[in-house]
């Protein structure tokens, strides 16, 4: 089997984001998207590998790992105006 084609990519997250305000934990990117986080780029400063309990705030580019068809999906969801993880 081979496989699949593996790329990184940013997004960012916006104040109506559904991911800003929370940590990587709750919202379990690789369970709920299938990406994982390799980096947060916030306000000029680089945290690479960040542990569950960094939270994303609105106005994080956060560095993103997967196929493409899952990074797509997941720049989609983070750009969807939402009040709780939940939607």
């Given at each position: 089997?081979?496989?699949?084609?593996i790329v990184?990519?940013?997004?960012?997250?916006t104040?109506?984001?559904?991911?800003a305000?929370?940590?990587?934990?709750?919202?379990?990117?690789?369970?709920?998207?299938?990406?994982?986080?390799?980096?947060?780029?916030?306000?000029?400063?680089?945290?690479?590998?960040?542990?569950?309990?960094?939270?994303?705030?609105?106005?994080?580019?956060?560095?993103?790992?997967?196929?493409?068809?899952?990074?797509?999906?997941?720049?989609?969801?983070?750009?969807?105006?939402?009040?709780?993880?939940?939607?």
């Amino acid at each position: 089997a081979t496989l699949p084609t593996i790329v990184t990519s940013p997004g960012r997250t916006t104040a109506s984001s559904p991911a800003a305000g929370y940590t990587l934990r709750e919202l379990s990117p690789a369970q709920t998207h299938h990406v994982q986080i390799a980096g947060v780029h916030r306000q000029g400063f680089r945290i690479l590998n960040p542990g569950p309990d960094e939270k994303v705030r609105a106005g994080d580019e956060l560095l993103t790992i997967g196929t493409p068809s899952q990074l797509r999906a997941f720049k989609v969801w983070l750009s969807e105006a939402s009040v709780s993880v939940a939607d």
